[in-house]
């Protein structure tokens, strides 16, 4: 299997798989250097903000990151997965850096007076004598719309404007169980959250981000 | 609402993600399956926070900035240099 290939598998089941890929950045193979920093940058720089780190110092944080990465690889143990040990120190460095700024913001508390996301009107009051919470509207399935579509750049670039909009909890949840693929268990533990929040905090994301796409395909349709 | 009983569009559109996440108890995603299989714009709520995810999923292909990209690289090669 091919370096890059071998870095988008590393999952924290396939133990086998990355500690090669460990080995390899030991070795001081560049293209598995390569394809570890194509992996999960882009995160990283989309969670920046999460911890409270600006826009502006967002690189610096991934550079401090991948750097201290590399000074500690030789301490690196497979009981935890490669990606949750890279994590783990990308927020040390996100919010000592946050923390020299004093912006951190806490994921792990939930603002229940949010809002949910949902366009009220699109339902009949609760009150209504015979259609109560149901649509005003139709919904269209999106079953027209071909994957082509949804998948090219200006829907992605719509999704990710709208992922940037979220508000930084809803964002830090979104990005790495949507974009991310983690579980939420894992995401529990990252984030210090209870399945219960979690789940509400994914919620609130997709019901905006849902909202977002819907605009954008109602536009293009 | 009564367990059996998804009384509106709107408790669907409010448990969807718990229906997606398979936390609904036995009885509410039973409930919640019906209601869907008899409601056109519930059905096509469902499909589109599917195709949210299929979208969301899709971003994790996203490019590093090529400056930074480039630094980086630049700085396991100097980190590889001093380990030898």
Redesign the interface.
Known sequence: MKLEARARAVDPENVELESRLVDALRGGDERAFASVVDRYTPTMLRLARVYGVTAGAAEDVVQETWLRVLKSLDRFESRSSFRTWLFAIFANCARNRAGSDRRSVSVSTLDDAADSGIDESCFFAPQHPRWAGMWTTLVDSWETVPDERLLAGEARANLRTAVEALPARYAAVCVWRDIEGWSGDEVCGLLDLSPENQRVLLHRARTRLRAALEEYVSQVA | MSPLQL?????V??L???YL?G?LPPDERLAFERHVAIC??????L???R??????????D????ER??A???E???D??TT?R
Do not use: I, N
């Not at chain 2, 056109?40 to 709520?45: I, S, V």
């Not at chain 2, 996203?62 to 900035?65: I, K, M, Q, R, S």
């Open positions: 009384s509106s569009c709107r408790d559109v409010d969807v993600t718990e996440e936390g056109p714009p519930c059905r096509g709520y499909s589109q926070m195709r949210v995810q299929q979208v969301a999923g899709s971003l994790s996203d490019d590093v900035p930074l990209r630094s980086l690289l700085a396991f090669h980190w590889k380990q």
